[in-house]
Protein backbone atom coordinates (compact mmCIF):
# COMPACT_ATOMS: atom_id res chain seq x y z
CA UNK A 1 0.00 0.00 0.00
CA UNK A 2 1.84 3.72 -1.02
CA UNK A 3 1.04 6.52 1.20
CA UNK A 4 0.54 9.79 0.51
CA UNK A 5 2.43 12.37 2.12
CA UNK A 6 0.47 13.77 5.09
CA UNK A 7 -2.38 11.45 4.76
CA UNK A 8 -4.17 9.83 7.84
CA UNK A 9 -5.36 6.62 6.02
CA UNK A 10 -6.48 5.13 2.92
CA UNK A 11 -10.88 4.49 2.17
CA UNK A 12 -11.38 0.68 1.83
CA UNK A 13 -14.02 -1.17 1.24
CA UNK A 14 -17.44 -0.68 -0.53
CA UNK A 15 -18.10 3.36 -0.16
CA UNK A 16 -21.09 5.33 -1.17
CA UNK A 17 -21.90 8.99 -1.98
CA UNK A 18 -22.66 9.67 2.01
CA UNK A 19 -20.18 7.36 3.70
CA UNK A 20 -16.96 5.47 3.41
CA UNK A 21 -14.41 3.81 5.70
CA UNK A 22 -10.78 4.00 5.87
CA UNK A 23 -7.82 2.68 7.27
CA UNK A 24 -6.42 4.62 9.78
CA UNK A 25 -2.29 4.73 9.54
CA UNK A 26 -2.31 8.09 11.87
CA UNK A 27 -4.28 8.71 15.04
CA UNK A 28 -7.93 10.35 14.04
CA UNK A 29 -10.41 10.59 16.16
CA UNK A 30 -14.80 10.97 16.52
CA UNK A 31 -15.95 13.63 15.62
CA UNK A 32 -12.44 15.01 13.32
CA UNK A 33 -13.05 16.59 9.80
CA UNK A 34 -11.23 14.89 7.23
CA UNK A 35 -11.39 15.52 3.42
CA UNK A 36 -10.60 12.92 0.53
CA UNK A 37 -10.46 13.70 -3.44
CA UNK A 38 -14.06 13.78 -5.20
CA UNK A 39 -14.21 14.11 -9.20
CA UNK A 40 -12.13 16.76 -10.69
CA UNK A 41 -9.91 18.81 -8.28
CA UNK A 42 -12.71 19.36 -5.78
CA UNK A 43 -12.52 17.84 -2.31
CA UNK A 44 -14.92 15.57 -0.37
CA UNK A 45 -15.56 16.77 3.63
CA UNK A 46 -16.71 13.88 5.95
CA UNK A 47 -16.62 13.52 9.62
CA UNK A 48 -15.18 10.61 11.53
CA UNK A 49 -18.22 9.27 13.07
CA UNK A 50 -16.92 6.19 14.91
CA UNK A 51 -13.04 4.54 14.97
CA UNK A 52 -13.51 0.59 15.44
CA UNK A 53 -10.68 -1.64 16.19
CA UNK A 54 -9.85 -4.93 15.04
CA UNK A 55 -7.26 -7.65 14.89
CA UNK A 56 -7.62 -10.77 12.61
CA UNK A 57 -5.55 -12.43 14.96
CA UNK A 58 -7.94 -12.43 17.86
CA UNK A 59 -10.68 -14.00 15.36
CA UNK A 60 -11.66 -17.34 16.43
CA UNK A 61 -10.26 -19.14 13.01
CA UNK A 62 -7.00 -17.45 13.48
CA UNK A 63 -6.76 -17.90 17.11
CA UNK A 64 -7.51 -21.92 16.54
CA UNK A 65 -4.57 -22.12 13.69
CA UNK A 66 -2.33 -20.67 16.51
CA UNK A 67 -1.53 -17.47 14.27
CA UNK A 68 1.89 -15.80 16.19
CA UNK A 69 2.66 -12.54 14.71
CA UNK A 70 -0.90 -10.89 16.49
CA UNK A 71 0.10 -7.08 16.92
CA UNK A 72 1.20 -6.65 13.41
CA UNK A 73 -2.56 -7.50 12.24
CA UNK A 74 -4.30 -4.94 13.86
CA UNK A 75 -6.10 -2.38 12.18
CA UNK A 76 -8.19 0.66 12.88
CA UNK A 77 -11.00 1.44 10.68
CA UNK A 78 -12.43 5.27 10.58
CA UNK A 79 -16.35 5.15 9.63
CA UNK A 80 -17.13 8.35 8.14
CA UNK A 81 -19.95 10.62 7.22
CA UNK A 82 -19.90 12.89 3.96
CA UNK A 83 -20.76 16.41 5.12
CA UNK A 84 -20.40 17.53 1.00
CA UNK A 85 -18.33 18.95 -1.90
CA UNK A 86 -17.15 22.39 -1.30
CA UNK A 87 -16.21 24.00 -4.48
CA UNK A 88 -16.20 27.36 -5.12
CA UNK A 89 -17.21 28.40 -1.93
CA UNK A 90 -20.58 26.44 -2.48
CA UNK A 91 -21.69 22.95 -1.24
CA UNK A 92 -23.37 20.01 -2.87
CA UNK A 93 -23.31 16.44 -2.07
CA UNK A 94 -20.99 14.19 -4.29
CA UNK A 95 -22.97 12.52 -7.08
CA UNK A 96 -20.47 9.57 -7.33
CA UNK A 97 -18.83 8.05 -3.90
CA UNK A 98 -15.69 8.37 -2.88
CA UNK A 99 -12.97 6.32 -4.20
CA UNK A 100 -12.08 2.71 -2.55
CA UNK A 101 -7.52 3.12 -2.25
CA UNK A 102 -7.54 7.00 -2.16
CA UNK A 103 -5.82 9.20 0.85
CA UNK A 104 -7.46 11.01 3.17
CA UNK A 105 -6.39 13.79 4.52
CA UNK A 106 -6.93 16.04 7.79
CA UNK A 107 -9.60 18.63 6.59
CA UNK A 108 -7.66 22.30 6.17
CA UNK A 109 -9.56 25.20 7.85
CA UNK A 110 -10.78 26.70 4.84
CA UNK A 111 -12.59 23.88 3.55
CA UNK A 112 -14.36 23.24 7.23
CA UNK A 113 -15.33 26.90 7.08
CA UNK A 114 -16.40 27.01 3.54
CA UNK A 115 -18.16 23.34 3.48
CA UNK A 116 -20.37 23.62 7.02
CA UNK A 117 -21.63 27.33 6.12
CA UNK A 118 -19.41 28.45 9.26
CA UNK A 119 -18.47 32.15 7.15
CA UNK A 120 -21.56 33.70 6.48
CA UNK A 121 -22.74 35.05 9.57
CA UNK A 122 -21.17 37.89 12.16
CA UNK A 123 -21.91 36.91 15.81
CA UNK A 124 -18.94 35.13 17.09
CA UNK A 125 -20.41 32.86 19.46
CA UNK A 126 -17.53 30.05 20.16
CA UNK A 127 -14.59 28.35 18.40
CA UNK A 128 -15.54 25.37 16.37
CA UNK A 129 -14.78 22.23 19.20
CA UNK A 130 -11.49 20.87 18.61
CA UNK A 131 -10.51 23.49 16.47
CA UNK A 132 -9.63 27.08 16.31
CA UNK A 133 -12.42 27.92 13.75
CA UNK A 134 -14.85 30.91 14.89
CA UNK A 135 -18.45 29.74 14.12
CA UNK A 136 -19.72 32.80 13.22
CA UNK A 137 -23.69 32.68 13.28
CA UNK A 138 -26.04 35.17 11.16
CA UNK A 139 -28.05 37.76 13.54
CA UNK A 140 -30.92 38.65 11.70
CA UNK A 141 -31.65 35.02 10.85
CA UNK A 142 -31.00 34.15 14.28
CA UNK A 143 -33.62 36.92 15.78
CA UNK A 144 -36.37 36.85 12.97
CA UNK A 145 -36.57 32.69 12.95
CA UNK A 146 -35.98 32.44 16.59
CA UNK A 147 -33.78 30.17 18.89
CA UNK A 148 -33.93 28.08 21.70
CA UNK A 149 -31.31 27.05 24.29
CA UNK A 150 -32.65 23.72 25.70
CA UNK A 151 -30.20 21.44 28.10
CA UNK A 152 -30.08 20.58 32.04
CA UNK A 153 -29.79 22.46 34.48
CA UNK A 154 -25.81 23.50 35.13
CA UNK A 155 -24.81 22.83 31.46
CA UNK A 156 -24.44 26.50 30.68
CA UNK A 157 -27.95 27.31 29.10
CA UNK A 158 -28.03 31.17 30.51
CA UNK A 159 -24.11 31.50 29.80
CA UNK A 160 -24.72 30.75 26.14
CA UNK A 161 -27.72 32.89 26.06
CA UNK A 162 -26.13 35.60 27.42
CA UNK A 163 -23.25 35.37 24.80
CA UNK A 164 -25.71 34.98 21.97
CA UNK A 165 -27.40 38.73 23.67
CA UNK A 166 -23.97 40.27 23.89
CA UNK A 167 -23.48 39.96 20.12
CA UNK A 168 -27.34 41.27 19.42
CA UNK A 169 -26.52 43.92 21.98
CA UNK A 170 -23.46 45.22 19.69
CA UNK A 171 -25.28 44.77 16.52
CA UNK A 172 -27.97 47.56 18.28
CA UNK A 173 -30.66 45.26 19.12
CA UNK A 174 -33.92 45.51 20.99
CA UNK A 175 -34.17 42.59 24.02
CA UNK A 176 -36.54 41.98 26.47
CA UNK A 177 -35.89 39.47 29.00
CA UNK A 178 -38.60 36.94 31.18
CA UNK A 179 -35.58 36.47 33.81
CA UNK A 180 -37.51 34.49 36.39
CA UNK A 181 -34.11 34.14 38.99
CA UNK A 182 -32.56 37.60 38.44
CA UNK A 183 -29.89 36.77 36.62
CA UNK A 184 -28.93 39.09 33.89
CA UNK A 185 -28.77 42.49 35.81
CA UNK A 186 -25.44 41.72 35.67
CA UNK A 187 -24.87 41.73 32.17
CA UNK A 188 -24.07 45.68 32.97
CA UNK A 189 -21.05 44.50 34.71
CA UNK A 190 -17.67 43.47 32.52
CA UNK A 191 -16.62 39.53 32.62
CA UNK A 192 -13.64 38.87 35.02
CA UNK A 193 -13.22 35.21 34.66
CA UNK A 194 -12.54 33.51 31.41
CA UNK A 195 -9.83 32.59 28.78
CA UNK A 196 -9.82 36.06 26.50
CA UNK A 197 -6.70 35.76 25.16
CA UNK A 198 -8.00 32.27 23.62
CA UNK A 199 -11.22 33.32 22.72
CA UNK A 200 -9.96 37.10 21.61
CA UNK A 201 -12.61 38.17 23.44
CA UNK A 202 -12.74 42.05 25.19
CA UNK A 203 -15.16 41.86 28.47
CA UNK A 204 -17.43 44.89 28.48
CA UNK A 205 -20.79 45.95 29.89
CA UNK A 206 -23.91 46.82 28.25
CA UNK A 207 -26.81 49.03 28.93
CA UNK A 208 -29.47 46.90 30.90
CA UNK A 209 -32.26 48.28 32.78
CA UNK A 210 -33.80 46.08 35.37
CA UNK A 211 -37.67 46.54 36.24
CA UNK A 212 -39.24 44.38 38.85
CA UNK A 213 -43.26 43.87 38.48
CA UNK A 214 -43.09 43.76 42.88
CA UNK A 215 -41.87 46.38 45.58
CA UNK A 216 -38.68 47.85 44.97
CA UNK A 217 -37.83 47.94 48.16
CA UNK A 218 -38.01 43.55 47.86
CA UNK A 219 -35.43 43.39 45.03
CA UNK A 220 -32.05 45.38 45.60
CA UNK A 221 -31.52 44.75 41.69
CA UNK A 222 -33.97 46.36 40.22
CA UNK A 223 -33.15 49.69 38.70
CA UNK A 224 -37.15 50.61 38.42
CA UNK A 225 -40.70 49.17 39.31
CA UNK A 226 -42.66 47.46 36.42
CA UNK A 227 -45.99 48.59 36.35
CA UNK A 228 -49.68 47.87 34.15
CA UNK A 229 -51.81 50.79 33.36
CA UNK A 230 -54.41 50.09 36.50
CA UNK A 231 -56.97 52.33 35.26
CA UNK A 232 -60.71 50.65 34.10
CA UNK A 233 -59.50 47.60 33.88
CA UNK A 234 -62.19 44.84 32.57
CA UNK A 235 -63.42 41.74 34.58
CA UNK A 236 -61.61 39.76 32.11
CA UNK A 237 -58.36 40.80 32.92
CA UNK A 238 -58.82 41.10 36.05
CA UNK A 239 -59.89 37.79 36.30
CA UNK A 240 -56.39 36.83 34.39
CA UNK A 241 -54.23 38.29 37.07
CA UNK A 242 -56.22 36.25 39.80
CA UNK A 243 -55.52 32.45 40.53
CA UNK A 244 -57.75 29.86 39.14
CA UNK A 245 -59.31 28.46 42.14
CA UNK A 246 -60.57 31.70 42.97
CA UNK A 247 -62.01 32.94 39.80
CA UNK A 248 -64.79 30.19 40.56
CA UNK A 249 -68.07 31.21 38.75
CA UNK A 250 -69.42 33.14 41.95
CA UNK A 251 -66.63 34.85 42.27
CA UNK A 252 -66.69 35.69 38.39
CA UNK A 253 -70.23 37.42 38.30
CA UNK A 254 -69.43 39.32 41.36
CA UNK A 255 -66.59 40.54 39.48
CA UNK A 256 -68.41 41.57 36.79
CA UNK A 257 -71.22 43.04 38.44
CA UNK A 258 -69.10 45.49 40.62
CA UNK A 259 -67.26 46.74 37.52
CA UNK A 260 -70.26 46.88 35.24
CA UNK A 261 -71.89 49.34 38.56
CA UNK A 262 -68.44 51.01 38.40
CA UNK A 263 -68.95 51.76 34.82
CA UNK A 264 -72.48 53.40 34.87
CA UNK A 265 -70.83 55.88 38.00
CA UNK A 266 -67.67 56.85 36.53
CA UNK A 267 -64.95 57.43 33.48
CA UNK A 268 -62.23 56.56 35.85
CA UNK A 269 -61.85 53.66 38.20
CA UNK A 270 -59.34 51.84 40.29
CA UNK A 271 -58.46 48.60 41.61
CA UNK A 272 -58.64 49.94 45.12
CA UNK A 273 -62.73 51.55 43.09
CA UNK A 274 -63.00 48.01 42.57
CA UNK A 275 -62.22 46.61 45.95
CA UNK A 276 -64.75 48.75 47.51
CA UNK A 277 -67.36 47.95 45.38
CA UNK A 278 -67.03 44.17 45.77
CA UNK A 279 -67.39 44.97 49.52
CA UNK A 280 -70.70 46.55 49.59
CA UNK A 281 -72.47 43.30 47.45
CA UNK A 282 -74.56 40.90 49.40
CA UNK A 283 -72.95 37.91 48.55
CA UNK A 284 -71.40 35.41 50.69
CA UNK A 285 -68.30 34.52 49.04
CA UNK A 286 -67.19 38.16 48.10
CA UNK A 287 -64.29 37.81 50.90
CA UNK A 288 -62.41 35.45 48.78
CA UNK A 289 -62.70 37.50 46.25
CA UNK A 290 -61.54 40.58 48.06
CA UNK A 291 -58.89 38.84 49.37
CA UNK A 292 -57.30 38.06 46.35
CA UNK A 293 -57.81 41.52 44.68
CA UNK A 294 -56.13 42.90 47.99
CA UNK A 295 -52.92 40.71 47.24
CA UNK A 296 -53.26 41.94 43.97
CA UNK A 297 -53.02 45.75 45.00
CA UNK A 298 -50.38 44.79 48.18
CA UNK A 299 -48.34 44.16 44.85
CA UNK A 300 -48.20 47.37 43.45
CA UNK A 301 -48.42 46.33 39.60
CA UNK A 302 -51.28 47.92 38.67
CA UNK A 303 -50.76 51.29 40.87
CA UNK A 304 -49.03 54.47 40.02
CA UNK A 305 -47.53 54.72 36.49
CA UNK A 306 -47.65 52.67 34.08
CA UNK A 307 -44.47 51.03 32.23
CA UNK A 308 -44.79 52.39 28.28
CA UNK A 309 -43.98 50.07 26.32
CA UNK A 310 -41.65 51.82 23.96
CA UNK A 311 -39.51 51.72 26.92
CA UNK A 312 -38.92 48.00 27.07
CA UNK A 313 -38.01 47.82 23.62
CA UNK A 314 -35.13 50.35 22.78
CA UNK A 315 -32.22 49.21 20.04
CA UNK A 316 -29.05 47.89 21.85
CA UNK A 317 -30.57 47.83 25.11
CA UNK A 318 -32.06 45.29 27.42
CA UNK A 319 -34.66 45.50 29.41
CA UNK A 320 -34.75 43.30 32.09
CA UNK A 321 -38.58 42.16 33.74
CA UNK A 322 -37.02 40.50 36.92
CA UNK A 323 -39.44 37.94 38.68
CA UNK A 324 -37.36 36.97 41.57
CA UNK A 325 -40.21 37.08 44.60
CA UNK A 326 -43.37 36.85 42.16
CA UNK A 327 -46.11 33.90 42.67
CA UNK A 328 -45.80 31.36 39.83
CA UNK A 329 -49.17 31.58 38.57
CA UNK A 330 -48.58 35.43 38.69
CA UNK A 331 -45.68 35.43 36.77
CA UNK A 332 -47.40 33.35 33.52
CA UNK A 333 -50.03 36.04 33.96
CA UNK A 334 -47.54 39.05 33.84
CA UNK A 335 -45.94 37.80 31.13
CA UNK A 336 -49.39 37.36 28.93
CA UNK A 337 -49.98 40.37 29.47
CA UNK A 338 -46.84 42.16 28.64
CA UNK A 339 -45.93 40.23 25.42
CA UNK A 340 -49.62 40.95 24.51
CA UNK A 341 -49.27 44.85 24.35
CA UNK A 342 -45.62 44.42 23.45
CA UNK A 343 -46.86 42.46 20.09
CA UNK A 344 -50.06 44.61 19.78
CA UNK A 345 -47.83 47.51 19.84
CA UNK A 346 -44.83 46.09 17.30
CA UNK A 347 -47.99 45.12 14.86
CA UNK A 348 -48.89 48.89 14.32
CA UNK A 349 -44.95 49.69 14.27
CA UNK A 350 -45.18 51.61 17.55
CA UNK A 351 -42.04 50.01 18.96
CA UNK A 352 -38.91 49.57 17.72
CA UNK A 353 -38.32 45.86 16.80
CA UNK A 354 -36.22 43.18 18.96
CA UNK A 355 -36.19 40.00 20.67
CA UNK A 356 -37.84 38.29 23.38
CA UNK A 357 -35.99 36.42 25.79
CA UNK A 358 -37.96 33.55 27.76
CA UNK A 359 -36.16 32.17 30.59
CA UNK A 360 -37.04 28.87 32.27
CA UNK A 361 -39.82 28.80 29.32
CA UNK A 362 -41.54 25.33 30.53
CA UNK A 363 -43.02 27.71 32.78
CA UNK A 364 -44.15 30.28 30.82
CA UNK A 365 -45.74 27.71 27.62
CA UNK A 366 -45.57 24.34 29.20
CA UNK A 367 -46.41 21.60 26.73
CA UNK A 368 -49.95 20.45 27.10
CA UNK A 369 -50.42 17.99 29.86
CA UNK A 370 -47.38 18.93 31.80
CA UNK A 371 -49.32 22.29 32.92
CA UNK A 372 -51.23 25.42 31.87
CA UNK A 373 -49.98 29.07 31.95
CA UNK A 374 -52.11 32.38 31.01
CA UNK A 375 -48.92 33.20 28.73
CA UNK A 376 -49.01 30.05 26.83
CA UNK A 377 -51.01 31.37 23.72
CA UNK A 378 -49.02 34.94 23.28
CA UNK A 379 -45.96 33.16 23.20
CA UNK A 380 -46.84 30.65 20.28
CA UNK A 381 -48.27 33.82 18.47
CA UNK A 382 -44.73 35.57 18.39
CA UNK A 383 -43.74 32.64 17.41
CA UNK A 384 -45.72 31.93 14.61
CA UNK A 385 -45.95 35.46 13.75
CA UNK A 386 -43.38 37.57 15.13
CA UNK A 387 -41.26 37.56 12.30
CA UNK A 388 -43.84 39.26 10.11
CA UNK A 389 -43.50 41.92 12.46
CA UNK A 390 -39.67 42.01 13.48
CA UNK A 391 -40.62 40.32 16.91
CA UNK A 392 -37.72 37.95 17.37
CA UNK A 393 -37.66 35.06 20.29
CA UNK A 394 -35.27 32.93 22.17
CA UNK A 395 -36.71 30.18 24.40
CA UNK A 396 -34.11 28.62 27.39
CA UNK A 397 -35.25 25.62 28.64
CA UNK A 398 -34.12 22.50 31.34
CA UNK A 399 -36.96 20.54 30.42
CA UNK A 400 -37.25 19.84 26.32
CA UNK A 401 -40.07 17.72 27.13
CA UNK A 402 -41.94 19.86 28.76
CA UNK A 403 -41.75 23.11 26.85
CA UNK A 404 -44.74 23.80 24.02
CA UNK A 405 -43.84 21.80 20.90
CA UNK A 406 -45.53 24.18 18.63
CA UNK A 407 -42.93 27.26 19.86
CA UNK A 408 -39.52 25.25 19.95
CA UNK A 409 -40.56 23.85 15.78
CA UNK A 410 -40.70 27.36 14.85
CA UNK A 411 -37.23 27.71 16.37
CA UNK A 412 -34.91 28.24 13.41
CA UNK A 413 -31.69 28.12 15.22
CA UNK A 414 -31.65 25.35 18.01
CA UNK A 415 -28.63 25.08 20.53
CA UNK A 416 -28.70 21.88 22.56
CA UNK A 417 -26.30 21.81 25.82
CA UNK A 418 -25.68 18.32 28.07
CA UNK A 419 -29.14 16.26 28.13
CA UNK A 420 -29.54 13.10 30.12
CA UNK A 421 -33.09 12.39 30.93
CA UNK A 422 -34.52 10.40 28.27
CA UNK A 423 -37.84 12.27 27.99
CA UNK A 424 -36.23 15.22 26.91
CA UNK A 425 -34.01 13.16 24.40
CA UNK A 426 -36.66 11.83 22.95
CA UNK A 427 -38.42 15.28 22.97
CA UNK A 428 -35.37 16.24 21.28
CA UNK A 429 -34.86 13.25 18.56
CA UNK A 430 -38.44 14.22 17.50
CA UNK A 431 -38.29 18.29 17.07
CA UNK A 432 -34.83 17.94 15.30
CA UNK A 433 -34.14 16.82 11.65
CA UNK A 434 -31.29 14.41 10.68
CA UNK A 435 -31.13 13.53 14.66
CA UNK A 436 -29.22 10.26 14.85
CA UNK A 437 -28.23 7.73 17.99
CA UNK A 438 -24.92 8.89 17.37
CA UNK A 439 -25.94 12.50 18.05
CA UNK A 440 -28.04 11.47 20.92
CA UNK A 441 -25.04 9.97 22.75
CA UNK A 442 -22.85 13.07 21.86
CA UNK A 443 -25.74 15.39 24.06
CA UNK A 444 -25.45 12.94 26.35
CA UNK A 445 -21.68 13.46 27.13
CA UNK A 446 -21.29 17.46 26.26
CA UNK A 447 -19.27 18.96 28.80
CA UNK A 448 -20.53 22.25 30.52
CA UNK A 449 -20.11 25.25 28.11
CA UNK A 450 -20.10 23.16 24.98
CA UNK A 451 -23.00 23.51 22.75
CA UNK A 452 -24.65 22.09 19.40
CA UNK A 453 -25.93 24.02 17.30
CA UNK A 454 -28.22 22.74 15.12
CA UNK A 455 -29.50 25.34 12.02
CA UNK A 456 -30.74 25.85 8.51
CA UNK A 457 -27.91 28.00 8.11
CA UNK A 458 -25.58 25.31 8.70
CA UNK A 459 -25.01 21.92 7.10
CA UNK A 460 -25.16 19.56 9.64
CA UNK A 461 -25.24 19.83 14.14
CA UNK A 462 -21.97 21.19 15.04
CA UNK A 463 -20.51 21.21 18.47
CA UNK A 464 -19.05 24.56 19.82
CA UNK A 465 -17.11 25.56 22.53
CA UNK A 466 -18.93 28.85 23.60
CA UNK A 467 -16.67 31.97 23.85
CA UNK A 468 -16.24 33.72 27.54
CA UNK A 469 -19.06 36.43 28.09
CA UNK A 470 -17.99 39.95 27.60
CA UNK A 471 -20.15 40.80 30.96
CA UNK A 472 -20.40 39.39 33.66
CA UNK A 473 -22.63 35.82 34.55
CA UNK A 474 -24.98 36.06 36.98
CA UNK A 475 -25.93 33.03 37.43
CA UNK A 476 -26.53 32.17 41.64
CA UNK A 477 -28.50 28.72 41.77
CA UNK A 478 -25.54 26.64 40.88
CA UNK A 479 -22.90 28.23 42.96
CA UNK A 480 -24.97 28.01 46.30
CA UNK A 481 -25.10 24.24 45.19
CA UNK A 482 -21.33 23.79 44.28
CA UNK A 483 -20.35 25.65 47.50
CA UNK A 484 -22.83 23.90 49.73
CA UNK A 485 -20.93 20.47 48.23
CA UNK A 486 -17.18 22.04 48.71
CA UNK A 487 -18.25 22.30 52.24
CA UNK A 488 -19.75 19.19 52.87
CA UNK A 489 -17.53 16.72 54.58
CA UNK A 490 -16.22 13.42 52.63
CA UNK A 491 -18.39 10.75 52.48
CA UNK A 492 -21.90 12.93 53.71
CA UNK A 493 -24.31 13.09 51.21
CA UNK A 494 -25.34 15.65 48.88
CA UNK A 495 -27.85 18.11 49.04
CA UNK A 496 -29.67 16.19 46.51
CA UNK A 497 -30.09 12.86 47.88
CA UNK A 498 -31.94 10.87 50.54
CA UNK A 499 -33.20 13.79 52.60
CA UNK A 500 -35.08 15.67 50.54
CA UNK A 501 -37.51 12.04 50.08
CA UNK A 502 -37.91 12.04 53.79
CA UNK A 503 -38.36 15.79 54.07
CA UNK A 504 -41.19 15.35 51.37
CA UNK A 505 -43.24 12.58 53.51
CA UNK A 506 -43.41 14.48 56.80
CA UNK A 507 -45.93 16.61 56.99
CA UNK A 508 -45.84 18.59 59.64
CA UNK A 509 -42.02 19.03 58.67
CA UNK A 510 -43.50 20.41 55.48
CA UNK A 511 -45.33 23.52 57.47
CA UNK A 512 -42.53 24.89 59.49
CA UNK A 513 -39.68 26.14 56.51
CA UNK A 514 -37.14 25.49 58.57
CA UNK A 515 -37.48 21.81 59.45
CA UNK A 516 -37.46 21.34 55.94
CA UNK A 517 -34.48 23.40 54.90
CA UNK A 518 -32.61 21.57 57.43
CA UNK A 519 -33.90 18.30 56.49
CA UNK A 520 -32.77 19.33 52.30
CA UNK A 521 -29.37 21.10 53.63
CA UNK A 522 -28.51 19.68 56.80
CA UNK A 523 -28.20 21.69 60.03
CA UNK A 524 -25.36 24.16 58.62
CA UNK A 525 -28.24 26.14 56.95
CA UNK A 526 -30.98 26.10 58.46
N1 LIG B 1 -18.99 28.78 28.01
C1 LIG B 1 -18.70 28.79 29.31
N2 LIG B 1 -17.49 29.19 29.73
C2 LIG B 1 -17.19 29.24 31.03
N3 LIG B 1 -18.02 28.88 32.02
C3 LIG B 1 -19.23 28.45 31.68
C4 LIG B 1 -19.63 28.39 30.32
N4 LIG B 1 -20.89 27.92 30.28
C5 LIG B 1 -21.25 27.71 31.55
N5 LIG B 1 -20.27 28.03 32.40
C6 LIG B 1 -20.32 27.91 33.87
O1 LIG B 1 -21.23 26.88 34.22
C7 LIG B 1 -22.14 27.31 35.24
C8 LIG B 1 -23.57 26.99 34.84
O2 LIG B 1 -23.97 27.74 33.74
P1 LIG B 1 -25.43 28.34 33.59
O3 LIG B 1 -25.50 29.00 32.27
O4 LIG B 1 -25.79 29.18 34.76
O5 LIG B 1 -26.27 26.98 33.59
P2 LIG B 1 -27.80 26.70 33.26
O6 LIG B 1 -28.45 28.00 32.90
O7 LIG B 1 -27.81 25.70 32.16
O8 LIG B 1 -28.35 26.11 34.51
C9 LIG B 1 -21.96 28.82 35.39
O9 LIG B 1 -21.67 29.13 36.72
C10 LIG B 1 -20.82 29.20 34.49
O10 LIG B 1 -19.81 29.82 35.21
MG1 LIG C 1 -30.02 29.07 33.78
Known amino acids: MSMVKGSVGTIVGETNPLAFKFLINKQVGRGTYIKAKAEGKDWILAQVEDV ?28 ARVIGVGSNGKLHLPTSPARPGESVFIADEKLIKATLGLAKGDMYIGLLR ?10 NT ?17 YTAAVILEELLDRKVALLIIDPHGEYASMKEPNKEG ?32 RFNGLNLSAREVAKMIPHESSSSGQLGLLYEAISALRSETDAYTLEDIIDQVVRSNSKVKWNLVGQLEALMELGLFSGMATPVDELLRPGRAAVIDMTGIAPELQAMIVARLLTE ?14 VVVEEAHNYIPERGTGNAASTNIVRTIAAEGRKFGLGLMVISQRPARVDKNVISQCNTQIIMRVTNPNDLKALSKGLEGMTSELEEEIKRLPPGVAMLVSNEIERPITVNIRPRKSRHGGVSTQIVARERAGAPRGSRGPESRPVASARKSGSEKKSGKGLLKRVFGARIA
Not at 132 to 139: G, K, M, P, S, T
Not at 142 to 158: F, I, R
Not at 347 to 354: A, E, T, V, Y
Open 52 to 79: KRSNSAYSVNQLSDGARSYDSREMMIAE
Open 130 to 139: GYDIRVELDA
Open 195 to 226: DFSRYKVKPRGYEVVVYTPGEMAMNPKADRPF
Open 142 to 158: LVQKHCSVLAKTGSGKS
Open 342 to 355: IFEARKRRLISPGM
